[in-house]
């Protein structure tokens, strides 16, 4: 057993699927804790990909302890013999623990969440019917709200809100969730009646983006392609993780608003 839990955890394909084999069929303890210790990572990705997303007191500490959860499940509902590897079933099953555990913390009043629906259905009439984002003063006047009042709902909701551009839609006529993240690159999927609606999403999103002030869209290019962490963001930009996390919800609510409409009809 000792010289089992030392072995190095970057083994081979076939190595692996032994292993999970043996842990489906014997449950052995020395199995779960090898591929606990192996994918322990994915936890920590997917925690670092949802911590700017939440409110400030929730820390990454917090989000790794949802997401350990999300793992242990993962590991044992996992079917080695499908043909489908860990590390994608694995980052779903996680992001979803993560998720739940958040939704159970919410802490906003319904009538607030009311509120901020009915503000946000206002500014999304108001572009579809003139294709422009509606006036801060048109706004307050049309929900019958002051500046500060309209300001105090929407800061209580979104950030609170957990989601980023790595939320999952459902796309009609697909058996499977996509990140939207996910539609702004290449695509393997076949059936042609999803890529006209996966490049619908990607369309628009690149429209929105271009929409973006310079320094939301650099944030939203070197945490989603070039991978790097808010720090290390905040050292590019020069400014403060904290400001790097600021920019980084500002974009997403902006890209998220305006894909509200669309979104309705994907599901």
């Not at 394909?13 to 994915?42: A, H, M, Q, S």
């Not at 980052?91 to 998720?99: C, E, K, L, S």
């Not at 709902?153 to 459902?170: A, K």
């Not at 999927?189 to 690149?206: C, D, F, R, T």
């Amino acid at each position: 057993m000792e010289k089992f839990m030392n072995k190095e955890l970057n083994i081979s394909e076939e190595e692996e699927l032994k292993i999970w084999r043996k842990y489906k069929n014997l449950r052995g303890e020395t199995e779960k804790v090898f591929l606990l210790r192996k994918y322990f990572p994915l936890v920590k990705y997917v925690a670092g990909k949802i911590v700017p997303t939440v409110p400030s007191n929730i820390d990454f500490n917090d989000l790794i302890g949802f997401g350990n959860f999300g793992l242990l499940d993962a590991i044992d509902k996992f079917d080695p013999n499908k043909g489908v590897k860990f590390k994608t079933y694995g980052i779903t099953r996680i992001r979803g623990q993560i998720y739940d555990e958040l939704r159970s913390l919410d802490w906003i009043p319904r009538s607030v969440r009311q509120k901020y629906k009915f503000i946000e259905e206002v500014r999304m009439n108001y572009k579809e019917e003139k294709g422009e984002a509606i006036s801060k003063a048109d706004l307050c006047e049309r929900v019958g709200m002051d500046s500060s009042q309209v300001n105090r709902i929407s800061n209580m909701v979104t950030d609170s809100n957990i989601g980023s551009l790595d939320e999952f839609w459902t796309v009609k006529n697909d058996e499977d969730d996509i990140a939207l993240i996910d539609t702004l690159k290449s695509s393997e999927n076949s059936n042609p009646l999803v890529q006209i609606e996966q490049n619908e999403v990607k369309q628009i999103i690149a429209e929105e983006i271009k929409k973006l002030p310079e320094k939301e869209k650099k944030v939203l290019i070197l945490y989603y392609y070039e991978e790097l962490t808010l720090k290390e963001i905040g050292e590019v930009l020069s400014v403060t993780e904290s400001r790097v996390s600021q920019i980084h919800s500002k974009a997403i609510r902006f890209i998220r608003s305006s894909l509200d409409s669309l979104k309705k009809n994907l599901v």
